[in-house]
C-alpha cells in the first residue's frame, strides 16, 4: 500500500485580511445586513431611513447585480453621489477563464494582496453549481489533494466568498434583469458547494457571513438545500455550522479505519473517525430528506477493498447518509491512481444493497484541471516575511 504521510500543518503562514483598506472606500459586499445598515448610518444615513436604504441597495446589489451607485435608480441623486464617494461594490477580478469541452467554467480570480483562487462553474441539465473557494490554499495537507500541497494560506473574507457567486453571474448573465420578476427565469447558478480550495469550517464566520448573504430572500436568494458545505472533519465546528448557517453537509470522509485515514486526511490524527460520526450524529435538523453526503474518493490499492465497504456501512448505520463516490482525479506528481471502474462498482454496490444511495461522481473540466482536488493557484510564491505578505494584503499592522 502507498501510505505517503502528510502532517497536520504545514509551516504556512495563515493570514486573515480585512477588507476594504486598498481603496480607502469601504466594500459594501459581504456585509451582513446588521452590518450593511451601521455603515450606512456611520455614513450619514438617518437611523430611520437606514433599514430601508438597506433593502434598496441590497436589491441592486444582489439581485441585479449592479456595480455603480449611480444606476440605483429608486434612491436620490445626491444620496447615490454620497454612496459613492464613501462605499465602493468590489468582488474578485476574474484573470482566466477556461471552458472545458464538458461545458464546465473555471475562473481563475484575483483577489488583494494579488493572491487567486479558483472557481469552478459546472452546468448540469437540471442545475448549474458553483464550487466556492473558502481559503487560497489549505492548511490541511491532505496527502491525495492537490490545494493541500500549496503553501500560501490566506482566509477569504465574506466578500470574496460571496464575490466569487456574483463573479460567476456576471459571466453567465445571471442576474435579474430589468422588467424581470425574481423567480421567473431559473438560475444558471442555483446551487452551491464549498469544495473548491480551503477548508470552510477553518474561515467559519466569513463563510457563514457569505452563506447567509446568498441565502437572503432579497438578494442571491438560494435556498440553504442547495448549499453544501464539505468538511475534511472539523468536528468543534460541524453543530455550528447546523445551527449557524443550516445548510447541506458533506464530510471528506475517504477511509474506514483511522489508520488509513491518518494518511489520507491527517486531520484525522486531531479527530478520529469515532469523533466525527459522533459529531454527524447530532448534527441537527437531521432526517431522510436532510442526508449527510460522505465523499469517498476511490484511490487504488488503498482504500477501495470490498472489507472497506462493508466497513463504512457498519460505521454510517443510523446516520441518514448518501454515498458520494469520487473517482481520483490525477494531478502532477500524486501519488496515488484511480481505482478501477471495477473496483468502484464493485464498491458502489456493496453500499447500495445496504440501502443507500452510491452516486458515483463523474469527473467534470478534467481537460482544465478543474474536477475534485485539482485546484491549486499558481500563485504559490517564494517565502516571504509575515509583514511583506501582510503589506502587500493591506492589513499591515500600524
Ligand atoms: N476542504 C474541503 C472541501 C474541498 S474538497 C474538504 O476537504 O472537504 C472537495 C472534495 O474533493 C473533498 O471530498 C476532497 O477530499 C475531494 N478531493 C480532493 N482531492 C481530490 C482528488 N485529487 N480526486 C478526487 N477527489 C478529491
Ligand atoms: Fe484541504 Fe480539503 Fe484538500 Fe484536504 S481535501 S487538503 S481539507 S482542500
Known amino acids: 500500500m502507498n501510505t505517503p504521510t502528510a502532517p497536520i500543518t504545514q509551516d504556512v503562514l495563515t493570514i486573515a485580511r480585512k477588507d476594504g483598506e486598498q481603496t480607502g472606500k469601504a466594500n459594501l459586499v459581504g456585509l451582513t445586513r446588521n452590518e450593511m445598515r451601521d455603515a450606512l448610518i456611520a455614513a450619514g444615513t438617518p437611523e430611520k431611513q437606514a433599514k430601508m436604504r438597506v433593502g434598496q441597495v441590497w436589491q441592486w446589489i444582489y439581485q441585479k447585480g449592479v456595480r455603480d451607485f449611480d444606476a440605483m435608480t429608486n434612491l436620490a441623486k445626491d444620496y447615490r453621489a454620497m454612496l459613492g464617494e464613501v462605499f465602493e461594490i468590489r468582488v474578485p477580478e476574474i484573470m482566466t477563464r477556461q471552458i472545458s469541452e464538458d ?97 470552510p469550517l477553518y474561515n467559519f464566520d466569513a463563510v457563514r457571513d457569505a452563506m447567509k448573504i446568498a441565502m437572503d430572500g432579497e438578494g442571491i436568494s438560494l435556498s440553504r438545500r442547495r448549499i453544501t458545505l464539505s468538511t475534511s472533519g472539523v468536528v468543534p465546528e460541524i453543530a455550528r455550522a447546523g445551527e449557524e448557517i443550516g445548510c447541506m453537509l458533506a464530510i471528506s470522509f475517504h477511509a474506514t479505519t ?15 473517525i469515532a469523533e466525527l460520526l459522533e459529531a454527524l450524529r447530532a448534527y441537527p435538523k437531521l432526517s431522510n430528506s436532510e442526508r449527510i453526503t460522505f465523499e469517498y474518493v476511490m484511490l487504488d490499492g488503498v482504500n477501495d477493498t470490498e472489507d472497506d465497504a462493508r466497513r463504512l456501512v457498519k460505521l454510517i448505520d443510523g446516520i441518514p447518509a448518501k454515498i458520494n463516490l469520487i473517482p481520483f482525479n490525477e494531478w502532477p506528481g500524486a501519488p496515488y491512481k ?48 509575515r509583514r511583506e505578505i501582510e503589506t502587500e494584503a493591506g492589513i499591515a499592522s500600524r
Open 103 to 199: 461545458g464546465t467554467r473555471k475562473y481563475l480570480v484575483r483577489i488583494a494582496g494579488g493572491h487567486e483562487v479558483e472557481v469552478v462553474y459546472i452546468p448540469e441539465e437540471d442545475r448549474g453549481t458553483l464550487c466556492v473557494s473558502s481559503q487560497v490554499g489549505c492548511t490541511l495537507t491532505c496527502s491525495f489533494c492537490h490545494t493541500g500541497t500549496q503553501k500560501l494560506v490566506r482566509n477569504l473574507t465574506a466578500a470574496e466568498i460571496v464575490g466569487q457567486i456574483m463573479l460567476a453571474r456576471d459571466d453567465l448573465g445571471d442576474w435579474v434583469k430589468p422588467g424581470e420578476g425574481m423567480g421567473e427565469r431559473p438560475r444558471l447558478v442555483s446551487n452551491i458547494v464549498l469544495m473548491g480550495m480551503g477548508e
Open 338 to 385: 484511480r481505482s478501477s471502474n471495477n473496483r468502484i462498482h464493485r464498491f458502489a454496490d456493496i453500499i447500495y444493497k445496504a440501502g443507500y444511495a452510491t452516486p458515483i461522481r463523474t469527473p467534470r473540466g478534467e481537460d482544465i484541471m478543474a474536477a475534485c482536488g485539482q485546484l491549486k493557484s499558481a500563485t504559490e510564491r517564494a517565502r516571504k516575511s
Open 258 to 272: 483511522d489508520e488509513v485515514r491518518d494518511t489520507l486526511v491527517p486531520i484525522n490524527k486531531k479527530w478520529n
